[in-house]
């Protein structure tokens, strides 16, 4: 193959490339940092920690705003929070057993 026909072939490739980057939708480094936040937007904060025998409370620092949900792994009795600035703290009756206890904020 001769050195013109090789630069035609390239060519008609190059060509038929450019259509199709033509055709298709391109995403801009702005386009994906939006849906980043987005996605973070409705990703809740979760945090765990762990209650051993004998403890009747835990707090959570520097939680964010939002709507709390708790979570325990385990039997937990008579639990309830409290919320003061950007700390929650979670109340309950003395542990029998160790208990892991999640703290889920949504927006």
């Known amino acids: 193959m001769d050195i013109e026909k ?4 390239l060519e008609n490739r190059l060509n038929s490339l450019i259509k199709r980057i033509d055709n298709d939708k391109f995403y801009s480094d702005a386009d994906f940092a939006g849906v980043r936040q ?3 937007d409705i990703t809740p904060y979760e945090q765990t920690l762990t209650a051993y025998y004998g403890e009747t409370e835990k707090t959570f620092y520097d939680v964010p705003e939002g709507n709390v949900t708790v979570y325990f792994d385990g039997l937990i009795k008579n639990a309830g929070f409290e919320r003061k600035g950007g ?3 979670v109340f309950f009756d003395a542990l029998n057993d160790q208990v892991k ?3 889920s904020i949504s927006k």
């Not at 090789?6 to 072939?9: K, Q």
């Open 38 to 40: 987005n996605v973070s």
């Open 87 to 89: 700390n929650v703290t």
């Open 6 to 9: 090789r630069v035609t072939n």
């Open 101 to 103: 206890i999640t703290l």
